[in-house]
């Protein structure tokens, strides 16, 4: 626990850095935003979700909460640790050179045809999001199964191996969307891999909800509260994890095959 907490904060320089890089090769302008965003948006919102849960534990007097002084050393070490080393990142990441696009671009937008029914953002999005899911929902259920009902989990190179084949998975979903927009000469790609591949945390949540209902007896409405909670902190993890993964798969794609052109 003590090393996830402590590569949590120090991670941020690492973060900061690749965003601001990404964040430069895109034309934004907005740095201060972007580093902001960065500190903020992913610790900030886990933990008011993880600040409220152990509220309501207080509440019921259980041994089991947080204790005050502790909550108040992981604010202090956020805000003295990660946030400045975020800042710190950003600030290598603006410093280094623009990465230069492969070819020229319009600076004015042409118009999309209109796409067949399969492409549509929504449809597309939540039918491709199966896929990442359907390769890690076996050992999820055993991760399920060792944290809620205090089962010991042993394979621990089968999840590093569901690990990988999930990276490959959301990948290769991501890139055959991606080619096939591009085709239907729709260049609007970036928040559409990254949704594409994100909405694998949607089904995590949903077979989440499926376990509750069909493996626990839980009946307190504190401790409900608590489940959903924290596998809202787990489902919203693991769709920043998957669609970070789908984005940049598809950027590598995208600048792979426009790099290969010639043109004179």
């Known amino acids: 626990m003590t090393a996830m907490v402590?590569?949590?904060?120090?991670?941020?320089?690492?973060?900061?850095?690749?965003?601001?890089r990404l964040y430069k090769a895109l034309k934004g302008t907005e740095w201060?935003?972007?580093?902001?965003?960065?500190?903020?948006?992913f610790p900030g919102i886990s933990f008011a979700i993880f600040f409220v849960l152990n509220a309501l534990i207080w509440g019921q007097?259980?041994?089991?909460?947080?204790?005050l002084g502790t909550m108040f050393v992981l604010v202090c070490l956020w805000l003295g640790i990660s946030v400045p080393l975020v800042f710190v990142g950003s600030y290598l990441g603006f410093k280094k050179p623009v990465i230069e696009d492969p070819v020229k671009t319009n600076k004015i937008p042409?118009?999309?045809?209109?796409?067949?029914?399969?492409?549509?953002?929504?449809?597309?999005?939540?039918?491709r999001g199966i896929l990442p899911f359907g390769v890690i929902f076996i050992?999820?259920?055993?991760?399920?199964?060792?944290?809620?009902?205090?089962?010991?989990?042993y394979i621990v190179r089968y999840l590093f191996i569901a690990l990988v084949i999930l990276i490959i998975t959301c990948a290769e979903t991501?890139?055959?969307?991606?080619?096939?927009?591009?085709?239907?000469?729709?260049?609007?790609?970036?928040?559409r891999a990254y949704l594409t591949a994100g909405s694998s945390a949607l089904y995590l949540?949903?077979?989440?909800?499926?376990?509750?209902?069909?493996?626990?007896?839980?009946?307190?409405?504190?401790?409900?509260?608590?489940?959903?909670?924290?596998?809202?902190?787990a489902s919203y993890a693991f769709f920043v994890l998957t669609g970070t993964i789908g984005f940049y798969t598809c950027l590598w794609f995208v600048w792979k095959i426009y790099s290969s052109l010639k043109i004179d």
Not at 7 to 14: D, E
Not at 32 to 41: A, I, Q
Not at 61 to 67: I, R
């Open 6 to 20: 402590l590569s949590w904060f120090f991670m941020g320089l690492i973060a900061a850095f690749s965003s601001a």
């Open 32 to 41: 201060k935003e972007n580093t902001y965003k960065t500190s903020f948006m």
């Open 61 to 67: 007097g259980s041994s089991g909460a947080v204790p």
């Open 110 to 127: 042409r118009q999309v045809p209109k796409q067949p029914w399969y492409l549509k953002p929504i449809f597309s999005m939540l039918v």
């Open 139 to 153: 050992e999820f259920f055993f991760v399920l199964t060792s944290i809620w009902l205090n089962q010991f989990y």
């Open 174 to 191: 991501t890139i055959i969307l991606c080619y096939f927009h591009l085709r239907g000469e729709d260049y609007n790609w970036w928040w």
């Open 205 to 233: 949540f949903l077979y989440s909800v499926f376990y509750f209902f069909t493996k626990l007896e839980i009946t307190k409405f504190v401790s409900c509260l608590l489940y959903f909670g924290y596998m809202l902190i």
